[in-house]
Structures are given as structure tokens and as C-alpha cells.
């Protein structure tokens, strides 16, 4: 699914009404009113917005944008009872609408009620709201604070007492937004991830010296344990407290050969550091008597592994793999699986349409034969499913453990319209099939030779019909190439240890490398070895995706929408009056101005023509 099918996917309300008259005229649209009442919320001209948003309400008693909003103004008078209420309602018209569930866990915050909030909160992460989590959890001024002392020494390390005070780890603990953002998504910051190691490392010492604490703090290990294991473990330690992590390891490990206790702290400290599927005898933890709270961290790091080792053996080989660069680059997604991926952004959209809130166009309700060529994790193909479920999906992959991830995946959401099995690119073109559609994102650059991968996918395509392509930008990626120098010149190899430490320069040399920094990937032990650490990767210019385009009948539709809408002002201003968003030359023009364009990747969809 591309972005555009994306945005097209959470627009749910009537466009119809862009056009409607200003307020105060005849005829105002809700749409208009409702405009009109976020215009004052946003001049915190609160008793106009409250009476705008009645006056919709007496039209419209559920309409959800103005019960957020009155809300919201309840939040901001200290209301929190009436902000529930608001939020209540509104939830009721609208329970996958994200941002009222995270007002709503807000007010129950405040009103002492943690488990209802812990609820909304987590129910906006899974809805979307994983995308921004960062940004909320560092308005938080306890997290701020402590940000402020690390950056006053950075990169010199702060005591724990200095950074935590006589209180420790309990503020922190307490922040109930971060700890079900920890154990939903990938936090990508640097700022969150070396407070996140202060954290860690105080964990450590409580669980070592056997210290009691209290519910809050067990509950925050766990959480920090399920982070640690969906970034797979990528943050820096010391020798010394690897040293600390391995003796509390062996300690469990004592303690579970004779059957004397263990407490949760000690269980979630140590899945902190390792991960509990790995440790030997790990299915004797499963027959232990646990806390019902620490289900979720067994469920994640036990049994959710043991079932993607149980779905290998149902994945067919489809090709075999006999490339050397192929069996390199299958030995290390068979060792980091890319990407970890924890939510399915298409929940908001589906659950619409379960209800009819959206409706599938004809084209999405038909009945096509598509290939994901490259489909890693599963994501990807899920999406696909999603946005067209009479299609038939065959989703390949080079990696059988990342299959057998997408795997679990598509059987946890129900799905049943997608094939799995493993497969080499350059060997498809003997498995004698055809499709309507082919999509092969961030896949073909990897191959040893990407135009003859993506000359096999051509020959599978039916005339007609549709590619969707993904390729890195030579230009756009000088920074990822001069990083990788570095990696060689350094002699880092591609270990979980050496990307660690890895990692760690670059933090300490944050100016100079703010683009990975910022980069998702490069949060996770199997982002950042794909980002950084690739044993092969290719990088390819526009002028080189014409000439096979040209060469093989292919017609260029467009690049995906840019997030950044400024990229299409610029372009049209670069070309004022001529500027055509299916001419590859000024494309190629306007990428040489602008370098930093496609830093992800050339996402584009191409069309074979018919006979």
C-alpha cells in the first residue's frame, strides 16, 4: 500500500466541505463550524470554540471533532471528569480515532485511574499513534529534565545519584505513557535511548543487591525489557555492566536448575540485557507460577519466538538460492529479520471498513494475482491483504526466519489471502507464474545484480499491469556511504558487538551525523545493520532507471507522494509552467539541485505496456 493509499485510507471525513462558507454566514457546514471552533481552541479563545462546538453538537450530537475539542478545554480548566466524559462520548461515534484515546488516557491520569489510562493509552499507539510517541514523551518534563542533565555533560557520563536524585528511577517509572510506548513500538531517539541506559543500568543494580521496590518499578522493567527486545538489544553498556547483566543472568539460570524463586525484577532486568527465548532450559520459565502482569513480556520473548520456529516448517522453498551474494545476503536477514515491526498501521482503515465507514473502490475489490518480491517481515504484504482482500498474495522472501515472522503476523490478523515462501529473485523466472501487480520496495538494490532481478520481475509481469519499485538514490545516499568508509576504515564488522559500539561513535559524534541519527532504522540491531552494515547494497540514478524503463516498455507513473509537500512546490518552481511529475529528466534535474530528495528510497510505480 502506497502513501498515497495511505492518506487516501484515514480520510474519513466529507470533502465536500473544503468549500463551505465562512462562519457566521447561511448555510455553514459542520464542516466549516468545526473548523471555526479549532481556529479559536488554537487562539485559546475557549468560550467561542465551546459555543461553536455546541451549536454542531445540537446538529450533530456525535461528532467527534467537537467533543475532542471540548474535551480538551476541560483538560486545560483542571476538569479532568468532564474531559473523560467528552472523550467517552466521542470514543463511542469513533473508537479507532487515536487522538481521544490519548486525551482520554490523559484525564484518567490525572483522576488517579492508571489502569484505564494505561488502556487508552496503549489503544492509540496500536492505532497509530506509535509514529509520534517520541514527541509526546519528551513534552514530559520529568523526561525532560533528565535529558537536561545528560546533555549538560554529554558525551562525559552522569552518576546515577546526580541523574536520578534521592527519588531513583520512581518518577520515571511512573510516566505511564512512555512504558506502554516502550512496549509498543521502537523509540527512535537518541536522547530517549541513552536515558533509557541510565535507566537499565540503575535496574540492574536494584535487581543485583536484591533491593525491594515497588509495582512501579517491576512494571517499568518490564516494559523496558519489551523495548530492549523489539530494538533487539542495540543499545550501548559498559564492560562492567555486562559483566553485572551475565552474573544476574546466571543467577536466574541457578535459580530456575533448582527451583528456588525468582522475582519478576530479576526476570524482566535479565530479558533487559538477553533475550529469554535464547537462555538454555528457557521453557522451564513458562512452567513457573508468574504474576499476571508478567504475561506480556513471556508471551513476547517465549512464546511468540517458539511459534515463529514452529511456522519454518510450513513455509515451501519455491527457488533454490545458489548466488554467493545471495547467500550472504540470506545468512544476514536469517541473523536480524528486517524489519521487527510491532503495529499494523492499517487498523484504523480496516476496522472503517468493517463498518462501513469506508468503501472498498472496484479496484481494490477485484480479483488479481499479486507478488511481493521481497517481502521481509511481512508488513509490506499485510498491508496489500488489507487494502485488497479478494486478491491472491504471494509474498517472498530470501530469509525463511523473516518469513516465518511474516507468518505469525498474517495468522494473529486473521488473514488468509497471502502465500509465504522462500524464494531467490534471480531464480523466479522459472516458477512458470504471472501476476497484475508486482511490488519489490528496498529489495533490488540488494541483489548482486538488481537489473537482472528486476528483468526476472518484469518477465512476470501480465501486460498491462502494474510495478512498484524501491531503489536507494546514489545522491541521497552519500552520507550512508561515507559512514560506511568509516565502519571499514575502523574495521567494524557486522556483530552484534561491533554495531554497538559502533553506534556509540556515532552518538558521540552526533553533528556529524545527523541524518542516521534521525533515521528509524537506525534504533534496531537489524535496522541499523541494514542501513549501515549491508553486505551488499547498490545505488542507482534516475538516468539509469529511465534507460531500463525505455528498454523493457515500461511507462513511468510517478514517485510516491513525498511527505514533505514543500518537495512538489519546489519541483513545480524549479519548472514554472512546463513542470511534468512523469518526466524523469527534470526529475533527475531537480534531484542534482536537491540531493537530500529521496533519502529513503526511489518509490515509484511503473506501468508494462500491452501487446
Not at 2 to 12: F, I, L, Q, T, Y
Not at 326 to 336: A, F, K, P
Request: a neutral charge; one cysteine or more; charged letters at 25%.
Amino acid at each position: 500500500m502506497n502513501r498515497k493509499e495511505r492518506r487516501a485510507a484515514g480520510k474519513r471525513r466529507d470533502e465536500s466541505a473544503r468549500n463551505a462558507p465562512a462562519f457566521g454566514s447561511a448555510g455553514v457546514s459542520i464542516a466549516g463550524l468545526a473548523a471555526e471552533a479549532s481556529r479559536f481552541y488554537g487562539m485559546r479563545r475557549f468560550n467561542e470554540a465551546q459555543e461553536i462546538c455546541r451549536q454542531i453538537l445540537a446538529r450533530e450530537p456525535a461528532h467527534v471533532q467537537s467533543l475532542n475539542l471540548l474535551g480538551l478545554m476541560a483538560q486545560a480548566s483542571g476538569d479532568h471528569r468532564a474531559a473523560a466524559k467528552m472523550f467517552a462520548k466521542a470514543i463511542a461515534s469513533d473508537e479507532v480515532n487515536a487522538a481521544c484515546h490519548y486525551n482520554a488516557g490523559n484525564s484518567y491520569l490525572a483522576l488517579g485511574n492508571r489502569a484505564k489510562a494505561t488502556a487508552h493509552f496503549s489503544k492509540a499507539l496500536a492505532l497509530g499513534m506509535d509514529a509520534k510517541a517520541v514527541g509526546f514523551i519528551l513534552q514530559s518534563p520529568t523526561v525532560t529534565a533528565y535529558v537536561g542533565r545528560i546533555a549538560g555533560q554529554w558525551p562525559l557520563p552522569v552518576p546515577s545519584v546526580e541523574l536520578f536524585g534521592s527519588e531513583g528511577i520512581a518518577p520515571l517509572a511512573g510516566d505511564l505513557f512512555l512504558r506502554s510506548a516502550m512496549e509498543a513500538t521502537t523509540l527512535a531517539s537518541m536522547q530517549l535511548e541513552v536515558l533509557l541506559g541510565y535507566a537499565r543500568t540503575e535496574l540492574l543494580r536494584l535487581a543485583s543487591n536484591k533491593s525491594d521496590v515497588d509495582d512501579e518499578i517491576i512494571a517499568f522493567a518490564r516494559a523496558l525489557a519489551r523495548q530492549c527486545f523489539i530494538n533487539e538489544y542495540v543499545d550501548g553498556q559498559a564492560a562492567v555492566e555486562s559483566e553485572a547483566a551475565g552474573a544476574l543472568r546466571d543467577r536466574l539460570l541457578q535459580d530456575l536448575a533448582s527451583g528456588a524463586a525468582i522475582t519478576p525484577l530479576t526476570l524482566a532486568v535479565v530479558a533487559a540485557y538477553f533475550p529469554l527465548h535464547a537462555l538454555p532450559e528457557a521453557d522451564a520459565l513458562l512452567r513457573r507460577d508468574w504474576p499476571a502482569t508478567t504475561a506480556g513480556l513471556l508471551r513476547v520473548q517465549l512464546r511468540e519466538p517458539r511459534e515463529e520456529m514452529e511456522e519454518r516448517s510450513a513455509i515451501a522453498a519455491l527457488t533454490p538460492i545458489r548466488n554467493d551474494v545471495s547467500v550472504e545476503v540470506m545468512r544476514q536477514y536469517e541473523e536480524n529479520p528486517y524489519p521487527r515491526w510491532t503495529v499494523n498501521p492499517l487498523t484504523a482503515f480496516t476496522a472503517d471498513r468493517a463498518r462501513g465507514r469506508t468503501v472498498a473502490t472496484a479496484e481494490q475489490r477485484a480479483e488479481r494475482d499479486i507478488l511481493i518480491a521481497g517481502c521481509g517481515t511481512g508488513s509490506h504484504a499485510i498491508q496489500i491483504a488489507q487494502v485488497y482482500p479478494n486478491a491472491r498474495l504471494l509474498a517472498v522472501d530470501i530469509s525463511m526466519t523473516s518469513l516465518a515472522y511474516a507468518r505469525r503476523k498474517t495468522r494473529e490478523l486473521g488473514l488468509r489471502n497471502i502465500e509465504y515462501a522462500q524464494a531467490d529473485i534471480l531464480e523466479l523466472g522459472a516458477i512458470d507464474r504471472t501476476f497484475d501487480s508486482i511490488e519489490s520496495v528496498g529489495v533490488l538494490h540488494h541483489l548482486a545484480e538488481p537489473m537482472t532481478g528486476w528483468r526476472v520481475l518484469v518477465s512476470l509481469l501480465r501486460p498491462g499491469g502494474t510495478m512498484r519499485i524501491g531503489l536507494y538514490s546514489d545522491l541521497a545516499r552519500r552520507v550512508i556511504v561515507e559512514a560506511r568508509t568509516r565502519i571499514s576504515a575502523r574495521g567494524y564488522r557486522a556483530t552484534a558487538d561491533d554495531i554497538r559500539r559502533c553506534r556509540q561513535d556515532i552518538f558521540r559524534e552526533a553533528d556529524q551525523w545527523k541524518p542516521l541519527i534521525g533515521a528509524k532504522d537506525f534504533y534496531s540491531m537489524s535496522g541499523c545493520r541494514d542501513l549501515l552494515f549491508n553486505v551488499m547494497e547498490h545505488r542507482l540514478t534516475i538516468p539509469e532507471i529511465a534507460a531500463f524503463l525505455n528498454e523493457h516498455g515500461l511507462s513511468f507513473q510517478g514517485f510516491e507522494p513525498f511527505d514533505d509537500p514543500a518537495v512538489l512546490e519546489q519541483f513545480h518552481k524549479q519548472f514554472p509552467g512546463t513542470a511534468d511529475e512523469t518526466n524523469l529528466d527534470q526529475w533527475h534535474r531537480f534531484e542534482v539541485a536537491h540531493p537530500e530528495t529521496f533519502w529513503d528510497m526511489y518509490v515509484f510505480t511503473v506501468r508494462k505496456s500491452a501487446p
